[in-house]
Protein backbone atom coordinates (compact mmCIF):
# COMPACT_ATOMS: atom_id res chain seq x y z
CA UNK A 1 0.00 0.00 0.00
CA UNK A 2 1.02 3.23 -0.43
CA UNK A 3 2.17 4.89 2.81
CA UNK A 4 2.17 8.66 1.53
CA UNK A 5 -0.35 10.63 3.94
CA UNK A 6 -3.14 11.86 1.60
CA UNK A 7 -4.22 15.58 2.95
CA UNK A 8 -6.82 16.23 1.20
CA UNK A 9 -8.57 20.22 1.52
CA UNK A 10 -12.05 20.42 1.16
CA UNK A 11 -11.25 22.56 -2.30
CA UNK A 12 -13.88 25.04 -1.37
CA UNK A 13 -14.59 27.87 -4.35
CA UNK A 14 -16.53 30.71 -3.58
CA UNK A 15 -14.78 31.40 -0.04
CA UNK A 16 -11.74 32.79 1.29
CA UNK A 17 -11.26 29.82 3.68
CA UNK A 18 -11.93 27.34 1.14
CA UNK A 19 -8.73 28.92 -0.54
CA UNK A 20 -7.35 28.84 2.59
CA UNK A 21 -7.02 25.07 2.83
CA UNK A 22 -6.49 24.33 -0.54
CA UNK A 23 -3.34 26.88 -0.51
CA UNK A 24 -2.10 25.37 2.99
CA UNK A 25 -2.08 21.70 1.44
CA UNK A 26 -0.25 22.38 -1.48
CA UNK A 27 2.37 24.24 0.42
CA UNK A 28 2.68 21.31 2.69
CA UNK A 29 2.51 18.44 -0.24
CA UNK A 30 4.70 20.14 -2.28
CA UNK A 31 7.12 22.13 0.16
CA UNK A 32 7.08 20.82 3.47
CA UNK A 33 6.69 17.22 3.32
CA UNK A 34 6.73 16.32 -0.55
CA UNK A 35 8.39 12.93 0.21
CA UNK A 36 6.08 11.38 3.04
CA UNK A 37 2.68 13.07 1.86
CA UNK A 38 0.25 14.03 -1.19
CA UNK A 39 -2.72 15.59 -2.34
CA UNK A 40 -5.42 13.70 -3.83
CA UNK A 41 -8.40 15.83 -6.34
CA UNK A 42 -11.53 15.61 -3.63
CA UNK A 43 -13.70 17.14 -6.67
CA UNK A 44 -12.43 13.49 -8.54
CA UNK A 45 -13.18 11.56 -4.95
CA UNK A 46 -16.86 12.64 -4.76
CA UNK A 47 -17.51 10.82 -8.14
CA UNK A 48 -17.10 7.73 -6.75
CA UNK A 49 -14.72 6.84 -9.12
CA UNK A 50 -13.09 3.20 -8.83
CA UNK A 51 -9.37 4.02 -9.56
CA UNK A 52 -9.40 7.05 -6.76
CA UNK A 53 -11.16 5.26 -4.29
CA UNK A 54 -9.09 2.45 -4.52
CA UNK A 55 -5.86 5.74 -4.01
CA UNK A 56 -7.47 6.40 -0.60
CA UNK A 57 -9.24 3.23 0.44
CA UNK A 58 -7.33 2.18 3.68
CA UNK A 59 -4.88 4.98 3.90
CA UNK A 60 -4.16 7.32 6.71
CA UNK A 61 -5.98 11.11 5.46
CA UNK A 62 -5.75 14.52 6.78
CA UNK A 63 -8.43 16.27 5.58
CA UNK A 64 -8.38 20.26 5.69
CA UNK A 65 -11.62 21.49 5.79
CA UNK A 66 -12.54 25.39 4.97
CA UNK A 67 -16.13 25.71 6.51
CA UNK A 68 -18.17 23.50 8.88
CA UNK A 69 -19.69 21.72 6.41
CA UNK A 70 -16.33 19.57 6.16
CA UNK A 71 -16.76 18.13 2.99
CA UNK A 72 -13.22 17.08 2.97
CA UNK A 73 -13.65 15.14 6.33
CA UNK A 74 -16.89 13.50 4.82
CA UNK A 75 -16.20 12.45 1.73
CA UNK A 76 -12.73 11.04 2.52
CA UNK A 77 -14.38 8.87 5.10
CA UNK A 78 -17.78 7.78 2.40
CA UNK A 79 -14.59 6.97 -0.07
CA UNK A 80 -13.08 4.45 2.55
CA UNK A 81 -9.80 6.58 3.83
CA UNK A 82 -8.58 6.43 6.95
CA UNK A 83 -9.35 10.41 8.27
CA UNK A 84 -6.37 10.71 11.29
CA UNK A 85 -6.86 13.86 12.02
CA UNK A 86 -9.60 16.17 10.83
CA UNK A 87 -8.31 19.75 10.61
CA UNK A 88 -10.36 23.11 9.74
CA UNK A 89 -8.78 26.42 8.95
CA UNK A 90 -11.31 28.15 11.10
CA UNK A 91 -9.50 26.74 13.93
CA UNK A 92 -6.43 28.64 13.22
CA UNK A 93 -8.42 31.34 11.48
CA UNK A 94 -9.67 32.27 15.47
CA UNK A 95 -6.13 32.80 16.26
CA UNK A 96 -6.03 35.86 14.22
CA UNK A 97 -9.52 37.66 15.43
CA UNK A 98 -9.75 41.28 13.31
CA UNK A 99 -7.43 39.93 10.60
CA UNK A 100 -8.94 40.04 7.32
CA UNK A 101 -7.64 37.36 4.84
CA UNK A 102 -8.87 38.27 0.76
CA UNK A 103 -10.70 37.41 -1.44
CA UNK A 104 -12.07 33.94 -2.43
CA UNK A 105 -10.04 34.02 -5.46
CA UNK A 106 -6.68 35.87 -4.25
CA UNK A 107 -5.21 35.96 -0.55
CA UNK A 108 -3.77 38.70 0.69
CA UNK A 109 -0.27 38.56 2.99
CA UNK A 110 -2.12 37.81 6.35
CA UNK A 111 -3.60 34.89 4.28
CA UNK A 112 0.19 33.84 2.95
CA UNK A 113 0.83 33.91 6.58
CA UNK A 114 -2.29 32.12 8.25
CA UNK A 115 -1.87 29.36 5.28
CA UNK A 116 1.99 28.68 6.20
CA UNK A 117 0.43 28.77 9.76
CA UNK A 118 -1.94 26.11 8.71
CA UNK A 119 0.63 24.09 6.62
CA UNK A 120 3.60 23.75 9.31
CA UNK A 121 0.23 22.14 11.76
CA UNK A 122 0.06 19.63 8.51
CA UNK A 123 3.33 19.20 8.55
CA UNK A 124 3.71 18.31 11.88
CA UNK A 125 0.78 16.08 11.70
CA UNK A 126 2.03 14.20 8.55
CA UNK A 127 5.65 14.01 10.70
CA UNK A 128 4.06 12.03 13.94
CA UNK A 129 2.37 9.39 11.34
CA UNK A 130 5.26 8.82 9.04
CA UNK B 1 -19.24 38.59 -23.30
CA UNK B 2 -20.80 35.11 -21.24
CA UNK B 3 -23.49 36.34 -18.93
CA UNK B 4 -25.77 34.88 -16.64
CA UNK B 5 -24.24 31.00 -16.64
CA UNK B 6 -23.98 28.87 -14.01
CA UNK B 7 -20.35 27.92 -14.37
CA UNK B 8 -19.65 24.00 -13.21
CA UNK B 9 -16.30 23.44 -12.86
CA UNK B 10 -14.22 20.59 -12.09
CA UNK B 11 -12.42 22.64 -9.53
CA UNK B 12 -9.15 19.63 -9.34
CA UNK B 13 -6.57 19.74 -7.46
CA UNK B 14 -4.20 17.50 -8.32
CA UNK B 15 -3.12 18.48 -12.13
CA UNK B 16 -2.22 21.30 -13.55
CA UNK B 17 -5.66 21.04 -15.87
CA UNK B 18 -8.00 21.07 -12.77
CA UNK B 19 -6.54 23.93 -11.41
CA UNK B 20 -7.09 25.95 -14.63
CA UNK B 21 -10.53 24.94 -14.78
CA UNK B 22 -10.86 26.37 -11.17
CA UNK B 23 -9.50 29.67 -12.47
CA UNK B 24 -11.19 29.91 -15.86
CA UNK B 25 -14.08 30.05 -13.84
CA UNK B 26 -13.35 32.25 -11.29
CA UNK B 27 -12.30 34.88 -13.91
CA UNK B 28 -15.45 33.97 -15.85
CA UNK B 29 -17.88 35.03 -12.48
CA UNK B 30 -15.67 37.98 -11.81
CA UNK B 31 -17.27 41.11 -12.27
CA UNK B 32 -20.19 39.60 -14.48
CA UNK B 33 -23.65 38.49 -13.69
CA UNK B 34 -22.44 34.14 -13.61
CA UNK B 35 -22.44 31.97 -10.82
CA UNK B 36 -20.19 29.23 -9.44
CA UNK B 37 -21.12 25.99 -8.90
CA UNK B 38 -18.92 24.17 -6.00
CA UNK B 39 -18.99 20.53 -7.65
CA UNK B 40 -18.16 18.80 -3.85
CA UNK B 41 -20.38 21.02 -2.03
CA UNK B 42 -22.86 20.07 -4.79
CA UNK B 43 -22.72 16.97 -4.31
CA UNK B 44 -23.36 17.52 -0.54
CA UNK B 45 -26.07 19.85 -0.59
CA UNK B 46 -27.43 19.95 -3.60
CA UNK B 47 -30.79 22.44 -2.79
CA UNK B 48 -27.94 25.27 -2.71
CA UNK B 49 -27.43 25.04 -6.01
CA UNK B 50 -30.34 23.66 -7.17
CA UNK B 51 -32.06 26.97 -8.30
CA UNK B 52 -28.81 28.50 -9.98
CA UNK B 53 -28.37 25.22 -12.22
CA UNK B 54 -32.02 25.18 -12.88
CA UNK B 55 -32.58 28.40 -14.22
CA UNK B 56 -29.21 29.81 -15.80
CA UNK B 57 -27.74 27.75 -18.79
CA UNK B 58 -25.08 25.66 -17.58
CA UNK B 59 -21.36 26.00 -18.89
CA UNK B 60 -19.30 22.90 -17.97
CA UNK B 61 -15.43 23.16 -17.54
CA UNK B 62 -13.51 20.21 -17.15
CA UNK B 63 -9.94 19.74 -16.39
CA UNK B 64 -8.68 16.43 -18.45
CA UNK B 65 -10.46 13.18 -20.11
CA UNK B 66 -11.90 11.79 -16.76
CA UNK B 67 -14.24 14.44 -16.85
CA UNK B 68 -15.69 15.26 -13.63
CA UNK B 69 -17.80 17.96 -13.59
CA UNK B 70 -19.84 16.61 -16.93
CA UNK B 71 -20.16 13.83 -15.03
CA UNK B 72 -21.99 15.14 -11.77
CA UNK B 73 -23.84 17.38 -14.27
CA UNK B 74 -25.11 14.28 -15.53
CA UNK B 75 -25.88 12.59 -12.12
CA UNK B 76 -28.11 15.68 -11.01
CA UNK B 77 -29.62 15.33 -14.71
CA UNK B 78 -28.73 18.58 -15.66
CA UNK B 79 -28.89 20.17 -19.83
CA UNK B 80 -25.29 21.17 -20.84
CA UNK B 81 -25.62 24.72 -22.57
CA UNK B 82 -21.36 24.72 -23.36
CA UNK B 83 -18.94 22.84 -22.38
CA UNK B 84 -14.89 23.56 -22.13
CA UNK B 85 -12.24 20.64 -21.76
CA UNK B 86 -8.92 22.32 -20.27
CA UNK B 87 -6.24 19.57 -21.97
CA UNK B 88 -8.43 19.36 -25.36
CA UNK B 89 -8.26 23.65 -25.42
CA UNK B 90 -4.50 22.88 -24.73
CA UNK B 91 -4.05 20.57 -27.50
CA UNK B 92 -6.08 22.94 -30.49
CA UNK B 93 -3.66 26.04 -29.23
CA UNK B 94 -0.57 23.57 -28.89
CA UNK B 95 -0.11 24.80 -25.26
CA UNK B 96 2.12 22.54 -23.20
CA UNK B 97 0.96 21.98 -19.72
CA UNK B 98 2.91 21.16 -16.89
CA UNK B 99 2.66 18.55 -14.30
CA UNK B 100 3.15 21.45 -11.62
CA UNK B 101 0.17 23.07 -9.68
CA UNK B 102 1.30 26.64 -10.25
CA UNK B 103 -0.14 28.55 -13.19
CA UNK B 104 2.88 30.08 -15.20
CA UNK B 105 2.52 32.00 -18.43
CA UNK B 106 1.82 28.95 -20.63
CA UNK B 107 -1.35 28.07 -18.63
CA UNK B 108 -2.53 32.01 -17.54
CA UNK B 109 -2.04 32.83 -21.56
CA UNK B 110 -4.52 29.57 -21.88
CA UNK B 111 -6.96 30.60 -19.56
CA UNK B 112 -6.95 34.15 -21.37
CA UNK B 113 -7.29 32.60 -24.66
CA UNK B 114 -10.41 30.22 -23.76
CA UNK B 115 -11.99 33.42 -21.93
CA UNK B 116 -11.79 35.06 -25.27
CA UNK B 117 -13.25 32.61 -27.54
CA UNK B 118 -16.13 32.05 -24.70
CA UNK B 119 -16.85 35.85 -24.93
CA UNK B 120 -16.48 35.74 -28.97
CA UNK B 121 -19.16 33.08 -28.87
CA UNK B 122 -21.29 35.14 -26.53
CA UNK B 123 -21.18 37.89 -28.86
CA UNK B 124 -21.50 36.29 -32.21
CA UNK B 125 -25.01 34.63 -29.86
CA UNK B 126 -26.14 38.44 -29.15
CA UNK B 127 -25.43 39.51 -32.78
CA UNK B 128 -27.90 36.37 -33.69
CA UNK B 129 -31.32 38.26 -33.71
CA UNK B 130 -29.92 41.50 -35.07
CA UNK B 131 -29.67 40.61 -38.78
CA UNK B 132 -28.07 43.48 -39.75
CA UNK B 133 -24.89 42.53 -37.45
CA UNK B 134 -25.22 38.89 -38.45
CA UNK B 135 -21.44 37.69 -39.59
CA UNK B 136 -21.58 33.85 -41.09
CA UNK B 137 -18.27 33.61 -42.29
CA UNK B 138 -19.56 30.63 -43.97
CA UNK B 139 -16.84 28.26 -45.96
CA UNK B 140 -19.34 26.86 -48.97
CA UNK B 141 -19.13 23.60 -50.84
CA UNK B 142 -20.35 23.09 -54.01
CA UNK B 143 -21.73 20.14 -55.95
CA UNK B 144 -23.52 20.61 -59.23
CA UNK B 145 -25.92 18.38 -60.98
CA UNK B 146 -26.84 19.33 -63.95
CA UNK B 147 -27.78 23.34 -63.94
CA UNK B 148 -28.49 22.79 -60.21
CA UNK B 149 -26.06 23.60 -57.69
CA UNK B 150 -26.08 22.98 -54.65
CA UNK B 151 -23.75 24.76 -51.52
CA UNK B 152 -23.39 23.70 -48.44
CA UNK B 153 -21.46 25.28 -45.58
CA UNK B 154 -18.41 23.70 -43.93
CA UNK B 155 -17.71 25.75 -40.77
CA UNK B 156 -18.25 23.07 -38.08
CA UNK B 157 -20.33 25.15 -36.24
CA UNK B 158 -23.07 24.06 -38.65
CA UNK B 159 -24.70 20.33 -37.86
CA UNK B 160 -27.45 18.86 -40.47
CA UNK B 161 -30.11 16.49 -40.20
CA UNK B 162 -31.00 13.57 -42.53
CA UNK B 163 -34.18 15.24 -42.95
CA UNK B 164 -31.69 18.31 -45.32
CA UNK B 165 -31.98 21.19 -42.09
CA UNK B 166 -29.00 22.29 -40.48
CA UNK B 167 -28.27 24.28 -37.09
CA UNK B 168 -25.49 27.08 -36.48
CA UNK B 169 -24.67 26.71 -32.99
CA UNK B 170 -22.97 29.35 -31.11
CA UNK B 171 -22.96 29.17 -27.68
CA UNK B 172 -26.38 27.96 -26.35
CA UNK B 173 -28.38 29.40 -29.14
CA UNK B 174 -28.61 28.31 -32.68
CA UNK B 175 -30.10 29.63 -36.12
CA UNK B 176 -31.70 26.56 -37.82
CA UNK B 177 -32.84 26.66 -41.46
CA UNK B 178 -33.18 24.53 -44.91
CA UNK B 179 -30.43 23.15 -47.18
CA UNK B 180 -30.07 24.15 -50.68
CA UNK B 181 -31.42 20.56 -51.35
CA UNK B 182 -34.90 21.44 -49.96
CA UNK B 183 -34.89 24.78 -52.01
CA UNK B 184 -34.01 23.15 -54.56
CA UNK B 185 -36.43 20.14 -54.46
CA UNK B 186 -39.25 22.82 -53.64
CA UNK B 187 -38.56 25.45 -56.52
CA UNK B 188 -40.13 28.70 -55.98
CA UNK B 189 -41.03 28.77 -52.26
CA UNK B 190 -44.33 30.34 -51.84
CA UNK B 191 -45.89 30.71 -48.12
CA UNK B 192 -43.75 30.09 -45.06
CA UNK B 193 -45.13 29.41 -41.65
CA UNK B 194 -43.55 30.14 -38.51
CA UNK B 195 -43.29 28.16 -35.56
CA UNK B 196 -44.18 30.24 -32.44
CA UNK B 197 -42.22 32.16 -30.37
CA UNK B 198 -41.37 30.31 -27.21
CA UNK B 199 -42.48 27.15 -28.05
CA UNK B 200 -40.50 23.87 -27.08
CA UNK B 201 -39.26 22.36 -29.85
CA UNK B 202 -37.89 18.36 -29.41
CA UNK B 203 -35.24 17.05 -31.54
CA UNK B 204 -36.36 16.35 -34.61
CA UNK B 205 -40.08 18.18 -34.19
CA UNK B 206 -41.29 20.37 -36.29
CA UNK B 207 -40.49 24.05 -36.45
CA UNK B 208 -42.56 25.72 -39.03
CA UNK B 209 -43.46 24.92 -42.47
CA UNK B 210 -42.76 25.65 -46.19
CA UNK B 211 -45.08 25.25 -49.52
CA UNK B 212 -44.31 25.62 -53.22
CA UNK B 213 -46.27 24.49 -55.95
CA UNK B 214 -44.58 21.47 -56.29
CA UNK B 215 -45.15 20.48 -52.30
CA UNK B 216 -45.59 21.10 -48.74
CA UNK B 217 -42.73 20.24 -46.37
CA UNK B 218 -42.33 20.14 -42.44
CA UNK B 219 -39.12 21.97 -41.42
CA UNK B 220 -37.52 19.31 -38.84
CA UNK B 221 -35.26 20.96 -36.53
CA UNK B 222 -32.63 19.19 -35.81
CA UNK B 223 -31.89 20.55 -31.77
CA UNK B 224 -34.03 20.90 -29.36
CA UNK B 225 -35.04 24.15 -27.29
CA UNK B 226 -37.51 26.96 -26.91
CA UNK B 227 -38.22 29.01 -30.18
CA UNK B 228 -36.51 32.71 -29.62
CA UNK B 229 -36.73 34.28 -32.75
CA UNK B 230 -38.15 33.59 -36.29
CA UNK B 231 -37.11 35.24 -39.45
CA UNK B 232 -40.11 37.49 -39.59
CA UNK B 233 -38.89 38.75 -43.47
CA UNK B 234 -39.58 34.98 -44.71
CA UNK B 235 -43.84 35.74 -44.00
CA UNK B 236 -43.61 38.22 -46.95
CA UNK B 237 -40.78 36.84 -48.69
CA UNK B 238 -39.99 33.38 -49.06
CA UNK B 239 -38.44 33.65 -51.98
CA UNK B 240 -35.43 34.28 -49.58
CA UNK B 241 -35.14 30.58 -48.89
CA UNK B 242 -34.99 29.90 -52.71
CA UNK B 243 -32.05 32.88 -52.83
CA UNK B 244 -30.05 31.43 -49.72
CA UNK B 245 -31.75 29.14 -47.10
CA UNK B 246 -28.22 29.30 -44.88
CA UNK B 247 -28.13 33.23 -44.27
CA UNK B 248 -31.71 35.18 -45.42
CA UNK B 249 -33.44 32.40 -45.61
CA UNK B 250 -32.58 31.20 -41.71
CA UNK B 251 -35.90 29.84 -40.37
CA UNK B 252 -35.77 30.36 -36.68
CA UNK B 253 -33.53 30.79 -33.70
CA UNK B 254 -33.52 28.08 -30.74
CA UNK B 255 -32.34 28.38 -27.11
CA UNK B 256 -30.90 25.35 -26.91
CA UNK B 257 -31.66 22.78 -23.75
CA UNK B 258 -29.79 20.02 -24.61
CA UNK B 259 -27.43 20.14 -27.25
CA UNK B 260 -24.64 17.54 -26.22
CA UNK B 261 -27.25 15.30 -25.76
CA UNK B 262 -28.39 16.28 -29.62
CA UNK B 263 -25.13 16.35 -31.08
CA UNK B 264 -25.16 12.24 -30.79
CA UNK B 265 -27.80 12.40 -33.39
CA UNK B 266 -26.56 15.23 -35.94
CA UNK B 267 -23.89 15.18 -38.91
CA UNK B 268 -21.41 16.77 -39.94
CA UNK B 269 -20.81 18.65 -43.47
CA UNK B 270 -18.55 15.62 -44.55
CA UNK B 271 -21.08 13.00 -43.69
CA UNK B 272 -24.19 15.57 -45.15
CA UNK B 273 -22.23 16.51 -48.20
CA UNK B 274 -22.17 12.75 -49.17
CA UNK B 275 -25.91 12.07 -48.18
CA UNK B 276 -27.04 15.36 -50.03
CA UNK B 277 -25.08 14.24 -53.21
CA UNK B 278 -26.57 10.54 -53.39
CA UNK B 279 -30.05 12.20 -52.67
CA UNK B 280 -29.42 14.16 -55.41
CA UNK B 281 -28.31 11.92 -57.92
CA UNK B 282 -31.11 8.89 -56.82
CA UNK B 283 -33.26 11.86 -57.90
CA UNK B 284 -31.93 12.32 -60.97
CA UNK B 285 -31.70 8.69 -62.02
Redesign the interface.
Known sequence: MDKKVKVV??????KVY?LMA?EA??KTV?ELCPEKSE??????I??G?KEVKEKIEGCDCITVDGCP?M??S??VSIAGGIVVEEMKVLDTVKEHKGQKFGS??QLNTDGDSVISEIAEKIAKKINEIN | MVENYAVL???????CA?VIS?EL??KLC?NVKNE?I????Y???EAKYNKIAGKRPLLVIDGCQ?R??S??AAEKSLKISRKVTITEEAKNHNIELRSN?RLLENENALIEIILNELNNDEDKVTLFSDETNVVYNFEYVTFQNGKFIFRVPKNPEVYYNENDCWAYVIGNRARIGVTDFVQQNLSDILYFTPPDIGAEIDQFGEVGEIESSKSLIDIISPVSGKVISINETLVQKPELINENPYELGWIAELELTDFEGDKELLIGFDKYFEIMKKKVEDLNG
Open positions: PCSGIGGRVLFTVCLAYVTDKCAKNPT | PCNGLDKGRAIEICPVFRVATCAKLL
